[in-house]
Every structure is written in structure tokens, then in C-alpha cells.
């Protein structure tokens, strides 16, 4: 079935600068793949996502970039402020998971002051 | 709009017991998901309902069940406890069926069983 690989488990950047985080999904028919945040005594929260017909996608400071021959897609933060301190789950949906969403097993952001 | 609400919060049990954990989606949701949340594994898919019906399953043993209400609030219960299932028990609400539906997360119910 679809596996959804993630990394780092944990970054520590400098308030200020970027933050990226990589995952790998194995279902090469897999279409959709959200970004979720999540933050300390909360349930995770949608922040951006990506169809597979698209390479890439961009929200204000958050972008999300889509290679579909190497199978993995990446979220990028700039300008990296204390509020983006969380952990953050990739996710992939496709025809092997039954177009249930697979997660990534987390990357916690903490962001430097 | 409220969000999605679940209760308890907090749960202590011990091994062998029996528990249940209920969710209310945001209004109009018509789907709730239950995921299982370990630290540094991730969410792990349970089950998802939508419309009474459950439309798909996780690979849990048959000890995990659900069922869903007809005003879409949903119900999850795990029989004979294990030390393994202390977990984060988080629900989500979407609209409709399927991941390309936004799912709208709980706070989550924290269960340790001991």
C-alpha cells in the first residue's frame, strides 16, 4: 500500500529564515497531498495543498513544490517567524489507500528567536 | 461555526477494560474520520463514516469499532484494552466523503491506559 516517508523529524531554524521539509509517497497514482500543522494541544490544521497537476503552490510564506516522476513533494516557509514553532504532517492520497489520506509521521519546526 | 468537539479530553483506564469516545463534527458535516496519534508515528487512519455508513477501515484489529449517528455525530470504542493503545484519539469532520475534502480536525481525546 501507499507509504508516505518524511524529513527531518525535528528542525531548528533561525527566526527569519527559511524551513523546508521533504516527504516521499511510493503510489505513483497518488493525486492529492495536503500539509497539515499542528500545534501543541490542538488538532492539526490544513495550511496548504497540492493536486497532482500542478507542480506548485504558494500561500503568502508557505509554498508546496510537487515532483511527481521522483515522487516527492516539499513545504517551504520563509521568513520563518515564532508563531510557525509547530509540527507539521505531509500527507498523500491515492488509488492504493483508497483515496484515504496516508500521513507522514511529522516534522517538528521550532523556530530560533 | 463551532468546530469539531470531543469528550472526554482526558481518559485513564486500566488494562482489559472497555472504552468510548464520542465526537460531534461541525454542522453540516456529513463524514467524521477517527485517526490514532503515537509520537513519531504519525496519525494512523481507524475509520471513516459518512451518512451511517462505514466507508472505509484502517488496518486496526476488530477491538477498534465505530459507528456514526444520524445527526453525524460519531462514536469510537475500544474493547480489552492494551498497553499499546495510550494514544491520542483525534476525529475529523469533512463534508463530504474523501481525501479531497478538507478534513477539519478535534482537539482529540488523550487515552492512557495502564
Known amino acids: 500500500g501507499e507509504n508516505v516517508e518524511q524529513h527531518p523529524s525535528t528542525l531548528s531554524v533561525q527566526e527569519g529564515d527559511s524551513a523546508v521539509i521533504k516527504c516521499t509517497y511510493s503510489?505513483?497514482?497518488?493525486?492529492?497531498f495536503p500539509w497539515y500543522k499542528q500545534e501543541l494541544g490542538k488538532g492539526p490544521q490544513l495550511i496548504i495543498d497540492?493536486?497532482?497537476n500542478v507542480g506548485e503552490k504558494k500561500d503568502q510564506r508557505i509554498a508546496v513544490t510537487l515532483n511527481k516522476t521522483a515522487k516527492h513533494f516539499s513545504l517551504h516557509i520563509t521568513e520563518t517567524q515564532p508563531e510557525d514553532s509547530a509540527v507539521y504532517f505531509c500527507?498523500?492520497?491515492?488509488?492504493?489507500?483508497?483515496?484515504?489520506?496516508?500521513w507522514g509521521a511529522g516534522t517538528k519546526l521550532i523556530i530560533k528567536p | 461555526k463551532a468546530g469539531v468537539t470531543q469528550t472526554p479530553r482526558y481518559l485513564i483506564k486500566t488494562r482489559g477494560q472497555q472504552v468510548t469516545l464520542s465526537c460531534s463534527p461541525i454542522?453540516?458535516?456529513?463524514?467524521v474520520s477517527w485517526y490514532q496519534q503515537t509520537p513519531g508515528q504519525g496519525l494512523q487512519f481507524l475509520f471513516e463514516y459518512f451518512s451511517e455508513t462505514q466507508r472505509n477501515k484502517g488496518n486496526f484489529p476488530g477491538r477498534f469499532s465505530g459507528r456514526q449517528f444520524s445527526n453525524s455525530r460519531s462514536e469510537m470504542n475500544v474493547s480489552t484494552l492494551e498497553l499499546g493503545d495510550s494514544a491520542l484519539y483525534l476525529c475529523?469532520?469533512?463534508?463530504?466523503?474523501?481525501?479531497?475534502?478538507?478534513?477539519?480536525f478535534g482537539p482529540g481525546t488523550r487515552l492512557t491506559v495502564t
Open positions: 503510489d505513483s497514482a497518488s493525486n492529492y
Open positions: 454542522s453540516g458535516h456529513r463524514s
Open positions: 475529523a469532520s469533512s463534508l463530504f466523503s474523501g481525501a479531497l475534502y478538507e478534513q477539519y
Open positions: 497540492i493536486r497532482s
Open positions: 500527507a498523500a492520497s491515492g488509488r492504493d489507500s483508497n483515496y484515504q489520506l496516508i
